[in-house]
């Protein structure tokens, strides 16, 4: 057996087309103004040859989060899809799905009251780790007859709207994020309100982990911001009084409504996200019905940025 036979052939990822390859096996609409497009002619429960994975990888890098409709998946279908795009990547103190350690369901149950949910604050996913995950699938199980959407926020869009003199300045900031916001024990009441989720909040989530503000996309070497809400708790180097106001411009500018994209699901939908570029958040508007999607992602980078050159 050679060395590249011991390793099962979904988890080799497959390389981005060049953005002068257009589409030619599946269908590609663009779904708004700030970014998303429909992908269309993939059936996902089936074994992908490499240019079709390809060309999915390589919508996702065009418009950074992408669609599938009217998908029949089963947990092992998920995993397999999510591997042709990398490795998995570990998913800190939320209990994976029993059976498949590498998904979790996100649930809101019908009982819940509570005005948020599972990702209601914008975030990139595991900001807080050296390497955040590059890609997040969501699958639609079941989904409220109303609500429950979930947004994106273009961060290539954010960064360019801002003035150069703000540019220059961000570019040479570090951005320090913590879990301690989402996972630290004083969430744990949170967290238990959330019945159909087992989440296992921990002292862990107290470690800092320094990324630049403005990231160096690895794939397309566009610029983005990479701050958010939910993850980003300091700037490196700022007096507290110096930093509130200027994360708080960050956060607001960087979700406004002209740069985000938002889906409403249905029953066998798959979303596929780039974390490098977007942020994103779900609405928890559905009170009285139950929403249930199955998530996995796949293993990314340590952002780069000329702060951290
Ligand atoms: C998440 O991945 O943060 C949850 C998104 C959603 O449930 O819509």
Known sequence: MTPMQTMPEELVPVAAAPPTVTYRRIGVERWSGAGGAVISNVDLSQELDDEVVSEIRRAVLDHHVVFFRGQHLTPDQQVRFSRR???YSPVPFVEPVADHPEVIAVVREAEERQRFGFGSLWHSDFSFLPEPPFGSLLYAVEVPPFGGDTLWANQYHAFAALSDAMQSMLRGLVGVHSARDGYAPKMQAVHDLFKGMKVTTSDE?????????VRTHGETGRECLYVNQQYTIALGGFH?????PLLDFLFAHSTQDAFTIRWRWSAGDLAFWDNRCVQHMAMADFTGHRRFMTRTTVAGEA???RAAD
Not at 205 to 213: D, F, M, W
Not at 240 to 244: D, G, S
């Open 205 to 213: 989530a107290l470690r800092e982990q320094a990324h630049p503000v």
């Open 240 to 244: 507290q009084h110096e930093q509130r």
């Open 303 to 305: 952002p780069r940025g």
């Open 85 to 87: 795009f990398g490795p």
